[in-house]
């Protein structure tokens, strides 16, 4: 099946800092989508970017999906930003199943 | 996007019992939704996906007649942890797709057993 894998694993940021989190796949991906799991493990959608550019406030994204791989850039990094980052795709050969990478901690220190 | 309520927040319970895990998509019905396991440090991982009026199906290593799975409605599926142990001490999500595919979470639950 469908590999995911993100890097950094672990981040240390400055408030105020900007940050790059990426997220590399194995396959061909249908849907792709980028959530921040807070402290409580609520899973907060993102982005649901499989090819393009999106910005959202100090959030943006961007998939490459012809070099299987997606950013995620965070700026002016606030301690709310806190938690653990995860993408998630849905290979073209199975479809309805969501394969989650395993995630990148960021710790925001004031 | 579509929103997720799971019930119960949490759950402690004695080894050998059984725990109901309910999931409501209150905004949006969908034929088929999806059932993750996390354990601490750990990434998601899918457990199942829930079929309304059918049977679901369960992905490698992961025990049928263990977690029961009913998709009742298209707003409602619950997950059964049957003859529960401390090995499945867990944080169980449930999501559901909307129409273009983007998956929507509950909350979770949080599984503990003695």
């Known amino acids: 099946g469908i590999q995911v894998e993100q890097s950094p694993p672990d981040l240390i940021l400055q408030e105020g800092a900007n940050s790059t989190l990426r997220c590399n796949f194995s396959?061909?991906?249908?849907?792709l989508q980028w959530f921040h799991q807070n402290p409580w493990g609520q899973l907060i959608n993102l982005f649901y970017i499989p090819s393009g550019t999106k910005q959202n406030g100090r959030l943006s994204a961007t998939t490459v999906a012809t070099e299987r791989y997606s950013l995620l850039y965070i700026s002016s990094s606030q301690t709310t930003d806190s938690g653990v980052y995860f993408c998630a795709v849905n290979s073209q050969t199975s479809y309805d199943k969501v394969i989650f990478g395993p995630g990148t901690s960021l710790s925001v220190i004031p | 996007g579509a929103v997720v309520s799971q019930h119960p927040s949490r759950v402690i319970c004695k080894s050998g019992t059984s725990v109901k895990i309910e999931c409501r998509s209150l905004?949006?019905?969908?034929?088929?939704m999806f059932w993750y396991r996390q354990f601490p440090k750990q990434s998601l991982m899918l457990m199942a996906t829930s079929n309304e009026g059918s049977k679901a199906t369960y992905e490698q290593g992961v025990e049928k007649d263990k977690f029961l799975i009913n998709h009742a409605s298209l707003t409602l599926s619950t997950l059964t942890v049957t003859s529960a142990h401390p090995e499945d001490s867990s944080f169980y999500i449930c999501?559901?797709?909307?129409?273009?595919?983007?998956?929507?979470f509950g909350p979770g639950t949080r599984l503990t057993v003695l």
């Open positions: 999501s559901y797709p909307d129409r273009v595919g983007e998956q929507f």
């Open positions: 905004d949006f019905q969908a034929t088929t």
């Open positions: 396959d061909s991906v249908n849907n």
